[in-house]
T-cell receptor
């Protein structure tokens, strides 16, 4: 079992809908959780990070962390075609220099 | 503030040729990383430098060498390129928190 799992997709949602992207992890020592967005032929860019259980909001984006069930989700409200990208989940243990990345979920928002 | 920059953007090499990929960051970050990204494989860590003067192997270091030239610059060298090294290479940097900042990538083809 990989330490960080993401459904590769593609996840296809209509414009204006809520897109829900999930990431599960197997190591309970992971404490820091990041979401990156990667457009085609570009480098990943940091979207959000969270350290504590519960929800963290930033505009249309919400990161939900459930440490008891060992998953972190990214919700995108009012999805736009410009949100079409691959979303990478990354996790870190405390004090580690090396994050563990999931392989990413491809999101397609169609008009 | 350019963030993380990489040169070149594209490169085609013949098997056995050598080259150096350059990376620089202007965010005064201590840690820097080199990744490769291949279809279906996600991001794989090649080498990282936790701080100026140190380098360590990542998941896939064979065939590569690195140099942390100073706090800003971290280069990746392919001494004898092989077709298996055809990939997209990303440099990243990180400050005292866990979030990484990525460069735009170098697309390398080895024929």
């Amino acid at each position: 079992q990989k330490e960080v799992e993401q459904n590769s997709g593609p996840l296809s949602v209509p414009e204006g809908a809520i897109a829900s992207l999930n990431c599960t992890y197997s190591n309970s020592a992971f404490q820091y959780f990041m979401w990156y967005r990667q457009y085609s032929r570009k480098g990943p860019e940091l979207l959000m990070y969270t350290y504590s259980s519960g929800n963290k909001e930033d505009g249309r984006f919400t990161a939900q962390l459930n440490k008891a069930s060992q998953y972190v989700s990214l919700l995108i409200r009012d999805s736009q075609p410009s949100d079409s990208a691959t979303y990478l989940c990354a996790v870190n243990t405390g004090g580690s220099y090396i994050p563990t990345f999931g392989r990413g979920t491809s999101l397609i928002v169609h008009p | 503030n350019a963030g993380v920059t990489q040169t070149p953007k594209f490169q085609v090499l013949k098997t056995g040729q050598s080259m150096t990929l350059q990376c620089a960051q202007d965010m005064n970050h201590n840690s820097m990383y080199w990744y490769r990204q291949d279809p279906g494989m996600g991001l794989r860590l090649i080498y990282y430098s936790a701080s100026e003067g140190t380098t360590d192997k990542g998941e896939v270091p064979n065939g590569y060498n690195v140099s942390r030239l100073n706090k800003r610059e971290f280069s990746l060298r392919l001494e004898s390129a092989a077709p298996s090294q055809t990939s997209v290479y990303f440099c990243a940097s990180r400050d005292t928190h866990y979030e990484q900042y990525f460069g735009p990538g170098t697309r390398l083809t080895v024929t």
